[in-house]
């Protein structure tokens, strides 16, 4: 089974009032488990020009607004902005273009359209005027409703999948499947819990070490740990 383990760090826990400031996601194949630096992964930041939120979440959030910041701050310099995305491994993206990076991150990695990986270098995604081209590019050549993922996710259905409904458009060319994967169902102690565990109990219970450290590429990638020892 291949399936897309997909974290988010948000402003708040309220959709309809915070916004996404980071979006990842990892590719994971039960069938080729890769160790982290081979696995396909993605870390998005969100850019916008202002935030809404709750006081704590923005401050656990801190670094990750800082990053941002110090991205906008590069506004006139784009050679920079792109310096800036591959030393971080990240990409900066406007929320409206979330969606077709994801597409084509998909296409790449799920489907093995490698003719697609030119269009996920930073470089296409920092000029405005290369921009609409990329993105034209990718309407042209995406096929609509055809990228069914399978999603994984502590707590997704409950909280990300709802701050991704509220993109307008995100669900025009991908698909998730409506069972999700989270490990906290496997790892429940069904005589000493009152609720389902957390994901750090979720990686103590897997005798896994480290804290959960809220940030989404991690965490995202500790839910696939979690699930190995399942299927290894």
Known sequence: MKY????????GLDPENCQILSFSAILEDTNNPLPYDQIPKLNVYILRESINGSFFALNMNREIITTINNYLVLRKNDEARVNMMRETKSIFLYEKHLRFYFQM???VHLEGKKDYEVY???ICWVNNEVLKN???DILVKINPATQK???AGKNFAGFDRKFIDKLEGFYDHVI?????LDPSVLLV???NDETLPDLLTCKERSNISGEVTHESLSDAWDVIQVFRNFYK
């Open 120 to 122: 996920l270098d930073p």
């Open 176 to 180: 998730f499947r409506q069972r999700v």
């Open 4 to 11: 897309v383990s997909i974290d988010l760090e948000t402003t």
């Open 189 to 191: 102690d069904w005589k």
């Open 134 to 136: 990329t993105v034209r």
């Open 149 to 151: 993922i399978n999603v």
């Open 105 to 107: 991150w998909l296409a």
